[in-house]
């Protein structure tokens, strides 16, 4: 079992729409947990970190739940350049090392 | 914009051959890290570096070699290439003093062995 799991989607919605992504994780000595955004043919770039207590930024929103072991993110009116792939990532170890989810690709639709 | 870069930026180079990928930062970062990654596929942990001197093993079995001699330089080498290791290559760094999850990124080497 990946350490990291995500749904890959594709998620294709239109512009202002509402979508929620979900990922899992099994390793419990996960200490931290963060969303990353790559865009097409491009490098990962930090999006936002995941409290227990919820986060948000903006139109975005992250949520970890340690019991379920699940982290979300929500965005709020989406805009056409949200348009990317959304990987989950926890920090882990005594070497602090980030393990990435393969990611979900989202599309917005004008 | 991250201040890490990396050369070449794609390159296609027949099988038998050395390579060496070539990964700078001007951020004075102590970890440096190497990913592989395939297409729509997760990035995968291959090598990484605490420090001048320090290097380690990632995750992902990987054939490559890295050196660190320079705090801001961190190559990847591949003495024979072969074309199973076609992808993309990630380079990245991080500041321990804040704690390592933002880990910046270098656009990435694409190599194609034929």
Redesign the interface.
């Known amino acids: 079992r990946k350490e990291v799991e995500q749904d890959p989607g594709p998620f294709n919605v239109p512009e202002g729409a509402t979508v929620a992504f979900n990922c899992t994780y099994s390793n419990s000595a996960s200490q931290s947990f963060f969303w990353y955004r790559q865009d097409c043919r491009k490098e990962p770039k930090l999006l936002m970190s995941v409290y227990s207590s919820g986060n948000e930024d903006g139109r975005f929103t992250a949520q970890l739940n340690r019991a379920s072991q699940y982290i979300s993110l929500l965005i709020r009116d989406s805009k056409l350049s949200d348009s990317a792939t959304y990987l989950c990532v926890g920090l882990s170890g005594s070497a602090r090392q980030l393990t990435f989810g393969s990611g979900t690709q989202l599309t917005v639709l004008p | 914009e991250a201040d890490i870069y990396q050369t070449p930026r794609y390159l296609v180079i027949g099988t038998g051959k050395k390579i060496t990928l070539e990964c700078s930062q001007t951020m004075g970062h102590d970890k440096m890290y190497w990913?592989q990654q395939d297409p729509?596929?997760?990035?995968h942990?291959i090598h990484?570096s605490y420090g001048v001197n320090s290097t380690?093993k990632?995750?992902l079995s990987s054939e490559s070699t890295v050196s660190r001699i320079r705090t801001e330089h961190f190559p990847l080498t591949l003495e024979s290439a072969r074309p199973s290791h076609t992808s993309q290559y990630?380079c990245a760094s991080s500041d321990?003093g804040q704690?390592?999850?933002?880990?910046y990124?270098?656009?990435?080497t694409r190599l194609t062995v034929t």
């Open positions: 990913y729509g596929m997760e990035l942990l990484y380690e990632g995750d990630l321990p704690g390592d999850y933002e880990q990124f270098g656009p990435g």
